[in-house]
């Protein structure tokens, strides 16, 4: 059975930074793409950040490109979104996200993913 959990939420003030981890386990043997989506209430949730399975090529949201950025140094560490410069507009419920489908095209949609964290709160206090 695949497991994400994710850690290293928290609130700070706006301008301050967080690192959220990823740690998985169950996964087949094989290669995955992996993300963060984020959710604020009321809202749909959304793509923040991608790294491809060959931890060569990333992707970020407009909203985020500059502040946040992901890793994955090796494919048994934790992916990594370290969040810099945080702003009340970033609050919400973080997400991590494996997709399923090995060897794959980088995706930007949650349908897409097969599997999900419990997910993580962060704050960006005004």
């Known amino acids: 059975q695949v497991q994400l959990r994710e850690s290293g939420g928290g609130a700070v003030q706006a301008g301050g930074s967080l690192t959220l981890s990823c740690t998985a386990s169950?996964?087949?043997?094989?290669?995955?793409?992996m993300a963060w989506f984020r959710q604020a209430p009321g809202r749909e949730r959304e793509f923040v950040a991608g790294i491809h399975w060959s931890r060569i090529s990333t992707w970020y949201a407009d909203a985020v490109k500059g502040r946040f950025f992901i890793s994955k140094y090796t494919a048994e560490e934790p992916v990594l979104l370290q969040m810099n410069n945080l702003l009340p507009a970033d609050t919400a419920v973080y997400y991590c996200?494996?997709?399923?489908?090995?060897?794959?095209?980088?995706?930007?949609?949650?349908?897409?993913?097969?599997?999900w964290g419990q997910g993580t709160q962060v704050t960006g206090a005004s």
């Open positions: 169950g996964l087949p043997t094989g290669n995955y793409n």
């Open positions: 996200a494996a997709d399923g489908r090995t060897n794959s095209r980088m995706s930007i949609k949650a349908a897409t993913y097969d599997d």
